[in-house]
């Protein structure tokens, strides 16, 4: 505990917020879960495209990723809750 | 009658049994594996023993605590000195319920072993779970045990290893690559099975964790039964949230993650395939050297195909880590290369600190005004970084001694905000960290969300409560810490002679580079005169004693802090905003005092 308290104290930066990026595990079930892994396979997404794909779909309004990728099949993007963390 | 069952019951081959070791409170792993060796036909053995009574009440203050290190991460001022208080009294409420409890630890994993090797018990399972960094150890509130222990109990009683053909190991990292088949099927390759988690792991107080094992338990026949890889992976797909919480097995030869499958042998290989070169163009774009000034605006080369490389190699990172400690991070990386809207967004949402910015950073000489970082390139930022660092040093900020100078204040003030300016935008300490205080949204231009990174409050002016508190405890601490550095008192948990006399080693290594890096600076501050004069004597005196001394010595160097902590507990509550800082600074005091006590101890069972 000692160690933590003077974390807290020295290291205010510690604080960190916002969410970390998921293993390709883990993105490669969410994305076959929301119906989207043919989608990526059809955009022929490489893994940085598919993380982004991942973030932007737990975090972006249906509006904000149809603007970003017209052709996205938005049906599975309930999928993406954040229970599954 | 009575002679002739008895032999009928000798004759029976002994049944198989799960052996579950709950080294870190994990009630709901304890149900999972009950339920599962049930389904299975077997018994659940579980470590160590308690009663219904003390499993509540551990229940209980277990969740407790989490709840209230939950709450003291997100606490500010005073409210956080409730928060230590609190916390404290639930541990130690946990301490006095366990330390009645048989914990897996000095020689209990071994006395264990021998109480079911007499029993005849035919473990087909065994399960280790707690807090792992998967170095081949697993711990916490419980106990805690190493591979080799494990490994020292099972060749004391041979016949127990026999039947086993599942080794769980449910903690953090526990399941890499690394951790599974070269440290632990290495020193017992008779077990086909193995199971861990790739990256953290649920508290076992977590039903998710239960989920996972019961389900890893009843499909563990099956994942060895099955014909070749790809049957194998399509049974280990099937596990309930196996992707969810990045489980991973080794069966025989094979490793299996959601996403992979392979030979332990080709999952190896991989790894040969990051070199020197591909490390060398990350350094490039990150230091902003001559030909990569700045990371290419359509985002794509280099820096993308090296995390394309380790986002699908994640297995790699551990080996490739101890030959690159600098390897960045996804999470770094991917900042970097969007770092042109990491920048857009800075600049967009800290405006409004500009002047203030500028007024702090006057002290350090010419520095780039902050709107100037929204179109500098990479190369650029790093000059202005080093110009900052340059100026720091000429004012004589080196370290936290800077409060014994007369003009500290603005010097801590320029290098606070320099250190949240370079975690924003330049190589910071989260360069090989799995987190960031920048948020992920900053990679798209726009984004609402703000940064965690402390830049706001670091030129803020005035001081906001909030950080004059964290300041009044850093200054109350940083004396101490100088104290305990130059009284040679971090090693001060090691107990064995023999250590002793190695830390004493080290020690005298270590304080022969102080008084070199000492007797370098001109300008020494009156701290760094008597840190030098100190060292000298240290070293002098450390060549002509032994353990019992030093184990005499360190009590008696504590004795000396737990005085100065005193004079610091009465100043830290005498200043507007030194709550949080008492409380933590008693907190301290009393460890001091409980180890002062154990170390008289210890230098009189000690050889001169």
New interface residues.
Partial sequence: MKTLVLLSLFFPILSLAGENLPSRAKRMKALEDAGLFSFVQAQQMDELDQDLLYMRARRSSAEELKALYPSLPLEGLRAFSKEAQ | MKILLLGLLLALPARADIVFFDLNFSPMEITAVTAAAKARGEKAHIFPERTPEQQRDLDKYYRLAQSL?TK???CQGAD?GEI?RR??EV?ERLQAITAVMRKVENGELENIFASLDARSVKVSTMIFSGHSGGTGQVGGLLGGIVVGQVRQAFDKYPRLLEPVRAILLWGCYSGTLHSLSGIWQKNFPSVSTWGGF??RSPLGIRESSGRFLKSFLLSESKLRAAKGLNDAHRVFRSLDL???L?GTAVVRDMYF????AALVSEMLQRCQAFDNGMMDQFLCYDEGRAGCENPPADHRGAL?DI??YL??N?HCHGSLKEKYPQLPS??YL?RL?YLDNVKKNFVAQHAAESSSFGRIMKEVGPVPPLADFGKSTRKQDMEAFGAMATGLNALGFRDLSIVDRPNWKPAMLASMAK??LT?LLGPSFYRTF????V???W??PGSR??????FS?SVEDPLPV??ES?LV??LA?THIDKYLADHMLRGFWIDIPRDKEVWKEMNKAQLRLQIKDLEQLSDRSALEEARLALAREKLIHLDGIGPRELAAEEAAGLRGLVVLTGEKIEWAGAQPHGE??KI?LE??RR?MERRIADLEQIAQGLQP
């Fill in positions: 290190q003291l991460r997100g956080c230590i916390l404290a541990q790739e990256n196996v992707a969810e990045d993650t959601y996403d992979q993308r995390y394309n986002q699908k994640r996804l999470e991917i290369i250190e949240a975690n799995e987190s960031s205080c948020p992920f949204s990679v798209d969300e703000k940064d965690s990174c402390q409050q909030t950080m964290q405890a850093m601490h949080v800082a933590a907190e301290r460890i």
